[in-house]
């Protein structure tokens, strides 16, 4: 990118004008030298948070100049960080943390995709909706655009332009490159221009140049934009979409009394930013139009049927037409796909020669400057529960959903979080019948009639008659898969973007989820836990046919059933037999395991060596459901709540087994027998997993919140489990006598199992797997005396955690396996106060009843946890 490897070029020249100061061409070509040193040679994808602050332009300028595609995200929302971090597995991500510190997270050494060499930037189509179609930029794009922009505008370098737009848009951006190529300076700050203190800096730094959407003019009419004096101001930019032409007429005239002159212009994310200006010599007389083509760039109309001649879309070539979109990581590999762009705007070409804009053919509206997509905003509130129809009205978006009054101000404030536009910005009518055309496809028309102000309550009370066709339709796939995301998360916020991961699932649910998406999808891939919504919708097979030929969704629907009511319908059903299922191996091993931890110490059978193997499982579970892409404090966050859902229902029962039976130390209530226990009793001991896997997960937790350790962690991701494993081979062989009476029982000694399950589930290459398997073999030898069968048993089943991830299965085997992994703690805790009263005289009996009684404990706990979340 020429214009960000150039900046040397103007030595000591005002490059940034900050609230800390100033920065020379000099030194911030030096920044940014620096930093795309750290980002290295090899190209990676770097999603950047975008601010109006050095540090965020610094990053942006280094990854450009270096070659590192960027992926910019509006830095203040957290949620479109997250949902195109799990969507596009950015190699690098730069963000601000909360105490305001700049990071650069680097997840990969190398890049994880395969990234095309013209491709230089993505961004958004959508404003903040997180979407992940983006628009895919290339270094020829962004330079001809910048070049175009500063030619037309004639900006030198004693320019000072201030960004009073947001870096994240297409708008705002175009002002930062454009004024760079130049050598002119930026005033950086992110003030709103209804903020005095932006208009003491602007002074202070002798702006020359103001940029503002239709929604920046609203507030320069707030502040007394025209009674200000501001003397060195040369030009104002409008974009973003329309503005009345008389408010565009008396600005123009404010700027010819002022000494300033007023540019209107249009564009795309598409376009890189800019398509057309009307030059300020005819923006009084034509405040109207959009003028003519930006220089390298032309129109031509494409006809549309049903209007009349002269009139058609839009189409737009030039250089700085985009590469195409990207919808997936696979797209970053694409080069150029479209030669011209369909605007989407219907536009004649006047007289004069100047175009103008008469209508949209698509249903994207340009509210306040950010371009919103209405079906997007839809998907949005259906992951929130909420039935609507949306559609852009002028500078508002009209939104008209199944409720009472009482939901209209959290729709509001949902819509409003999630897409970036201000409250005022957004009409929302509830509505008992959402207003439908006759064919029964939605009435956007009455939306927006239903949604303005002027319109009484009485004239919506029709809508919705005569519905047609889609009457009476079941639900999709897409919201099957949101509502069973919501039933077994808990959650009410789930969207299409949304993962297990995401949305905080561990590994006391992903037994459950796991089954159940199987039932839905027919197959479930093994990385399942990390995608979204959407692509697992992708997967799902077609939907069954009733005999009437109508879609299965069309049947009534039911409260799910209990797990154990599914296990057992499934298992009385011959149909179920037939179905060939796959099961992962973790839930298999979690199954089986407690069945035999139980069945031999009611003594029905000696087979020993489970409890061992479920600790690498554990350690396999948190590196795939606590190591997840999110922040850093977001992660340690959800790790503590699932410390908590182990710690607390334990505790609760042990703690009543203390109080009513003489068998137990009181240390075990608290979970710290292991530490302070100097006894051999066997019942003294009969929680040491518990105890051990909380000293685990809070002693992680603890190490993830330090910054350097989290990113050390996200960088070497096989490397530091592999570190942990030889650090807890100390332990292993008790090399500082920490051991306690049971040796083989004690945290410090069996930790490098669960280090050993971690490692496992980050080893993605037949060498790292087969180091672990060398790393088994050698070290679980020794750890049980004279138990030749207990130590291959924990040899063969962490062998399968390593190699295997699936095992074939059928469907009611697969559905008592969940029931019975999805319980495996609670029946681990229960089972103790249980089989002795039946082990001598009817052991099976005790066994069957141990199990039922942890699934049942497990459904009290699941839904005394819900209980509490949704009171709190």
């Known amino acids: 990118m020429p214009f960000a490897r150039g900046l040397a070029a103007y030595g000591d020249r005002l490059a940034l004008s900050t609230p800390d100061g100033d920065l020379s061409y000099r030194e911030l ?64 991500v730069a963000r601000p943390h909360t105490d305001g510190t700049w990071t650069l997270d680097e997840r990969h050494p190398e890049s994880a995709h395969t990234l095309h060499p013209d491709l230089a930037l993505l961004l958004s189509t959508s404003g903040s909706t997180g979407s992940p179609k983006l628009v895919r930029l290339s270094h020829e794009n962004l330079q001809a655009n910048a070049e175009s922009i500063a030619a037309y505008l004639g900006i030198d370098d004693t320019d000072r332009a201030a960004t009073t737009l947001p870096m994240h848009y297409c708008y705002g951006l175009s002002v930062i490159h454009s004024h760079l190529l130049r050598g002119a300076g930026l005033v950086l700050t992110e003030r709103s221009v209804s903020d005095a203190a932006f208009w003491e800096e602007f002074r202070a730094a002798r702006g020359t140049s103001l940029a503002g959407v239709p929604y920046t003019f609203d507030l320069l009419d707030r502040v007394g934009f025209a009674h200000m004096r501001l003397p060195h101001l040369r030009r104002v930019t409008q974009a973003g979409g329309r503005l009345a032409p008389e408010r565009v007429a008396r600005y123009a005239e404010l700027g010819r009394h002022s000494g300033w002159e007023l540019f209107v212009m249009y564009g795309q994310t598409e376009a890189t930013a800019r398509m057309a200006y ?45 590469l195409g979109y990207a919808e997936s990581p696979a797209d970053l590999a ?12 219907l536009a004649r070409q006047a007289p004069d020669g100047l175009y103008e804009i008469v209508g949209r053919r698509s249903r994207f509206a340009k509210i306040l400057g950010l371009r919103i997509d209405p079906q997007q905003v839809e998907t949005l509130l259906a992951g929130h529960g909420v039935t609507a129809y949306c559609a852009g009205d002028g500078e508002a978006l009209a939104v008209a959903a199944l409720g009472g009054a009482g939901e209209e101000t959290r729709i509001r404030r949902l819509v409003a979080e999630q897409c970036g536009l201000p409250a005022r910005a957004i009409r929302v009518r ?6 439908r055309l006759t064919t029964g496809k939605p009435d956007y028309e009455a939306v927006r009639r239903l949604t303005r102000p002027e319109e009484d309550a009485g004239q919506g009370e029709g809508a919705g008659e005569g519905k047609g066709a889609g009457e009476g339709e079941g639900l999709g796939t897409g919201e099957d898969l949101r509502r069973l995301f919501a039933e077994i998360l808990d959650r009410a916020d789930v969207t299409e973007d949304s993962s297990f991961v995401s949305l905080g699932g561990d590994s006391l649910c992903y037994v459950e989820m796991s089954l159940r998406l199987e039932e ?31 879609d299965s969704a069309d049947t009534p629907r039911t409260q799910p059933a209990p797990p154990l009511m599914r296990a057992l319908r499934s298992w009385t059903a011959p149909q179920s037999w037939r179905t060939r299922r796959t099961l992962e191996t973790g839930i298999a091993l979690r199954a089986i395991g407690i069945v035999l931890i139980v069945g031999s110490h009611i003594q029905i059978f000696d087979i020993k060596g489970f409890a061992h193997i479920l600790l690498g499982v554990a ?61 051999n009793d066997r019942f003294d001991w009969a929680y040491w997993f518990v105890e051990a896997l909380v000293y685990y997960l809070v002693a992680l937790a603890a190490l993830m919140a330090v910054p350097l350790l989290d990113r050390l962690e996200r960088r070497y991701a096989f490397g530091v489990p592999l570190a942990l494993m030889g650090v807890a081979l100390v332990g292993r062989y008790d090399l500082l006598g920490l051991a306690s009476a049971r ?28 180091l672990l398997t060398a790393v088994l073999l050698l070290t679980v030898p020794g750890l049980f005396q004279d138990q030749p069968l207990r130590t291959a048993l924990v040899i063969v089943g962490l062998g399968l955690l390593i190699w295997v991830p699936t095992l074939p299965s059928l469907g009611p085997i697969s559905t008592l396996a969940g029931v019975l992994a999805s319980g495996s703690l609670y029946i681990y805790l229960t089972h103790y106060q249980v089989y002795p009263y039946l082990q001598e005289s009817f052991p099976l009996t005790a066994l069957f009843a141990s199990l039922a009684i942890g699934v049942g404990y497990a459904a009290v706990v699941t839904r005394t946890a819900r209980a509490v979340r949704r009171a709190a």
């Open 430 to 435: 509830a509505l008992a019948e959402l207003p």
């Open 619 to 679: 350690g396999y579970n948190f590196a795939r459901f606590q190591l997840t892409g999110a922040e850093r404090r977001e992660r340690v966050r959800h790790l503590w709540g699932s410390i908590a859902r182990i710690a607390v229902p334990s505790m609760v029962w042990i703690t009543g087994a203390v109080v009513l039976t003489d068998f137990y130390d009181p240390a075990n209530a608290v979970l710290l027998n292991s530490l302070l226990s100097q006894g």
């Open 520 to 550: 839905a999808l027919g197959h479930l891939p093994t990385d399942w836990h990390t995608r979204t919504v959407r692509e697992l919708r992708a997967l799902a097979a077609p939907v069954a046919q009733t005999p009437e030929g109508k």
């Open 278 to 322: 009307l030059p300020p010599h005819l923006v009084a007389e034509r405040p109207e139009a959009i003028g003519v083509p930006i220089p390298g760039g032309s129109f031509r109309l494409h006809p549309v049927d049903g209007h009349g001649p002269g009139v058609g879309e839009l189409v737009y070539s030039g250089p700085n037409v985009m």
């Open 29 to 92: 070509a030096e920044r940014v030298a620096a930093t795309a040193e750290r980002l290295g040679p090899v190209r990676r994808l770097v999603l950047l948070a975008g601010a109006n602050r050095a540090d965020a332009l610094v990053t942006h300028l280094a990854a450009l100049s270096a070659g590192h595609p960027v992926l910019l995200v509006p830095g203040d929302s957290a949620s479109t960080i997250r949902s195109l971090t799990e969507a596009y597995a950015p190699d690098v």
């Open 743 to 770: 040796p083989q029982l004690s945290p410090s000694v069996v930790f490098w199992l669960f280090a050993l399950g971690w490692a496992a589930a980050r080893a993605g290459t037949v060498r790292q797997r087969a």
């Open 334 to 345: 694409l080069g150029r796909t479209l030669r011209e762009l369909h605007t989407g705007d």
